[in-house]
């Protein structure tokens, strides 16, 4: 048996109905928590999956790059062809373990935070497992790109330490190109895994990590606070909204500072990372802009109909933050009266809810 299972809809029902274990039945709410097992059964092909994309990027990142990639050094005068690949190798300002747990702890921690209000187990594990897509799925696809594609870091001439004298024989790679002063890296004698990761320069995996959680966040922080909403929220909750966009920015361009990455870098990880994002967080949620859905969570087993409204948000303004019993919630009532023609009413304090014959105490 699924996780929750479907009863047949009456002519007066605008969306899918679901059953939930020790509930009547009710409109698409999400309201039941399900055991180990059922939640188990309903996710098992998701982390049998993300292990797979996490072992098959770990399997790419480790491997040496694949094309064999030509440099010029100097010119027959000394002067170093390229400047901008002759800065030298400096300790990261952001480590990748940092950037890392920037991109994943620091979210899920804060998504758990929202819980003390918001009380939702669906809620929060569709945060968790949206945020997991979006790192997992932009990091395989980074990964690739710099295996395939590449190209030099900043400090690139610094680790590669050429010495043109050491090459003993042209394989047809090596002294070529007008005034024969392009080579490849046999003529480096640095260290080999340092030499590897400086010719694989983009895209950025630290711009990819930090804009895939933290652009998840950003897109999840708005749908709980409602932002972009019916009613003018509180200037806070602008900045609060924005503050992940801010860090993803400031770990990303650390890395311009401290020279392991070009401008271009960065921006090929942002965009990587942000599509990522969006598609998670729709693939979890039933909307990313629309004010009036994107707090809800998604069920894998029956469609959310966008009718009937479920779930909870973190604001209490303006009728947001509780949920309207049997067929409306945070800020939406659906009118059966007229059948199922009938259309949603925006509800934006007590006294609308009212007006719609629903009592006070039944908004919560």
């Known amino acids: 048996m699924g996780l929750f299972t479907r009863r047949a809809q009456n002519a007066n029902d605008t969306a899918p109905v679901e059953k939930h274990r020790g509930y009547h039945d009710e409109p698409y709410t999400m309201s039941s928590r399900p055991t180990f097992g059922q939640w188990l059964k309903g996710t098992w092909l998701d982390l049998l999956t993300m292990v797979v994309l996490g072992a098959i990027g770990l399997g790419v990142y480790y491997a040496p790059p694949a094309p064999s990639r030509s440099f010029a050094v100097t010119f027959a005068n000394g002067e170093i062809v390229y400047p901008q690949f002759a800065y030298p190798l400096r300790d990261e300002i952001i480590p990748i373990w940092l950037a890392a747990f920037l991109a994943s702890v620091v979210p899920i921690f804060i998504m758990l935070l929202m819980q003390i209000r918001i009380r939702s187990f669906w809620?929060?594990?569709?945060?968790?497992?949206?945020?997991?897509?979006?790192?997992?799925?932009?990091?395989?696809?980074?990964?690739?790109?710099?295996?395939?594609?590449?190209?030099?870091?900043?400090?690139?001439?610094?680790?590669?330490?050429?010495?043109?004298?050491?090459?003993?024989?042209?394989?047809?790679?090596?002294?070529?190109?007008?005034?024969?002063?392009?080579?490849?890296?046999?003529?480096?004698?640095?260290?080999?895994?340092?030499?590897?990761?400086?010719?694989?320069?983009?895209?950025?995996?630290?711009?990819?990590?930090?804009?895939?959680?933290?652009?998840?966040?950003?897109?999840?922080?708005?749908?709980?606070?409602?932002?972009?909403?019916?009613?003018?929220?509180?200037?806070?909750?602008?900045?609060?909204?924005?503050?992940?966009?801010?860090?993803?920015?400031?770990?990303?361009?650390?890395?311009?500072?401290d020279e392991f990455h070009h401008w271009y870098d960065l921006l090929a990880g942002a965009t990587i990372g942000t599509v990522m994002a969006f598609s998670a967080y729709r693939m979890t949620f039933a909307a990313v802009w629309d004010w009036r859905y994107n707090h809800i969570p998604l069920s894998r087993y029956a469609p959310f109909g966008y009718g009937d409204v479920a779930g909870a948000t973190f604001t209490r303004k303006a009728g947001w933050g509780g949920m309207v019993r049997r067929g409306a919630s945070n800020g939406v009532i659906n009118d059966h009266r007229h059948g199922a023609g009938s259309t949603a009413v925006p509800v934006s304090s007590t006294a609308a809810a009212r007006g719609h014959g629903i009592r006070g105490d039944d908004i919560v």
């Open 123 to 257: 809620d929060f594990n569709n945060a968790v497992i949206g945020l997991l897509y979006s790192l997992i799925t932009a990091a395989v696809f980074q990964v690739f790109i710099k295996w395939l594609i590449g190209g030099l870091r900043p400090h690139f001439l610094d680790v590669c330490k050429p010495d043109m004298s050491r090459l003993t024989n042209n394989n047809g790679l090596n002294r070529v190109g007008y005034e024969q002063i392009y080579y490849t890296k046999e003529i480096c004698t640095g260290d080999e895994k340092e030499i590897n990761d400086s010719l694989e320069s983009m895209p950025s995996g630290h711009a990819t990590a930090a804009f895939a959680g933290l652009v998840f966040l950003y897109l999840y922080l708005n749908a709980k606070l409602k932002v972009f909403s019916n009613y003018h929220p509180a200037l806070w909750k602008l900045a609060v909204t924005y503050m992940p966009l801010l860090g993803a920015c400031l770990i990303a361009g650390a890395l311009t500072i």
